[in-house]
Structures are given as structure tokens and as C-alpha cells.
């Protein structure tokens, strides 16, 4: 089954502990990205990658960090978190113009 | 950027009751997508619809890209139809592809 598969799902943590949210796909798609998404703020690009050891800042990379070794892989990186960055975060992948999402990961920083 | 608006915000139905959700963009577009979002927050892919009408079940979808907008209908509601109900088109230009969402149609369908 075509998926894009995030983890944890539900995370809560302090702040300035360093943690990692992966996303893994089984779709060999070249494009992945970040999203989180705040009440009334929408869903907002972090960061994105064309293919391998190839990503570019979104619209609010601040605080984040990607890596993107293997095509399937696109690992969220959040070096010291900060309260701001509690959200609902969801990865993605394209293929031929459709985007597909993971089923979000709800992390909150205490 | 392009602009993406959805009416109406909200939505109240009886279950059994057919509804349609407006999405008007404004610019051309190649694509469209539409995604229904859960109550537990999941987005689920329902439409990827750059012209024309698809079906899938009791939902519907139809674009209209040469006047900038798509509906999607919903009949014979169900209370698992509940949730928020975006649009998304993607950005113009530039290697990054984003999309753009509207601010969705939030669908509360009573038993």
C-alpha cells in the first residue's frame, strides 16, 4: 500500500531536548516536504526537498533542520524545541503534481 | 501569491443530507486537490481534480479551471463525513512545489 508513514504520532516534550520526527515513503517520489499546521494560521511549509542531499528552506524554517540521505527518508529535526513550536506536523510526498500526507504527528513542548 | 477561498466556513447537516462545498482560486491553476481532515487530524487525500468531474462514492468533484473555482458535492451525508474540508492549489512557478490551502469548510453532520 502507497504511503507516507510519520513517527512518532503523538509526542510531548520539554523544552531544549532534542528530538526527531521521521517520514518515510514507499512511493519512490522524488519531492518531499514539511508542514505544520496552527489554528488559524493554516498549514504552513517548513522545509522541502527535490531528491536526495537537495532541500531548501519553506516558509518558516526557523528551529527546524531536515536531511534527506536516502530518497525515502525525510527526517524533521528540531535541535532545541521552544514552546512556538508546539503544533501538528505533517510530512509529504508528490508524484506527478498530486501531494500525498502522512497522517500527522501532534508534538507539543512543554 | 494565489488566493484560495472556501465557502461557506461552516456547515450543520441531518445525516442523509446532500451538501456542496465551493472552492474559487484566483489565478489559473493546473491542479487541484481537495482533502477532508478528520476529526483526530488526518489529511485524507479525496480529490486530485484539475479539470472535469470525478467520483468516488457518495463525493463528487468538479473544476472548472477556466473560471477559477471547484465544488465538491457530498450526498447522502454520514456523521463520519464530519470534519474540516480544504482545497489546495499549488504555487506558480519555482522548483518548489507548494501548495496554497484555503482556510477549509468545517462539516458537522449530525445524527
Known amino acids: 500500500e502507497a504511503q507516507v508513514t510519520q513517527n512518532p504520532r503523538y509526542l510531548i516534550t520539554v523544552t531544549g531536548k532534542k528530538l526527531t520526527v521521521t517520514c518515510s515513503q514507499n512511493m519512490n517520489h522524488e519531492y518531499m516536504s514539511w508542514y505544520r499546521q496552527d489554528p488559524g494560521l493554516g498549514l504552513r511549509q517548513i522545509y522541502y526537498?527535490?531528491?536526495?542531499?537537495?532541500?531548501d528552506k519553506g516558509d518558516v524554517p526557523e528551529g527546524y533542520k531536515v536531511s534527506r540521505k536516502e530518497k525515502r527518508n525525510f527526517p524533521l529535526i528540531l535541535e532545541s524545541p521552544s514552546p512556538n513550536q508546539t503544533s501538528l506536523y505533517f510530512c509529504?510526498?508528490?508524484?506527478?503534481?498530486?501531494?500525498?500526507f502522512g497522517e500527522g504527528s501532534r508534538l507539543t513542548v512543554l | 501569491g494565489i488566493q484560495v477561498e472556501q465557502s461557506p466556513p461552516d456547515l450543520i447537516l441531518q445525516e442523509g443530507a446532500n451538501s456542496t462545498l465551493r472552492c474559487n482560486f484566483s489565478?489559473?491553476?493546473?491542479?487541484l486537490q481537495w482533502f477532508h481532515q478528520n476529526p483526530w487530524g488526518q489529511l485524507i487525500n479525496l480529490f486530485y481534480i484539475p479539470s472535469g468531474t470525478k467520483q468516488n462514492g457518495r463525493l463528487s468533484a468538479t473544476t472548472v479551471a477556466t473560471e477559477r473555482y471547484s465544488l465538491l458535492y457530498i450526498s447522502s451525508s454520514q456523521t463520519t463525513d464530519s470534519g474540516v474540508y480544504f482545497c489546495a492549489v499549488p504555487n506558480s512557478g519555482g522548483s518548489n512545489y507548494k501548495l496554497t490551502f484555503g482556510k477549509g469548510t468545517l462539516l458537522t453532520v449530525n445524527p
Open positions: 509529504a510526498s508528490r508524484s506527478n503534481g498530486e501531494l500525498f
Open positions: 489565478d489559473s491553476v493546473n491542479n
Open positions: 526537498s527535490m531528491n536526495v542531499e537537495v532541500t
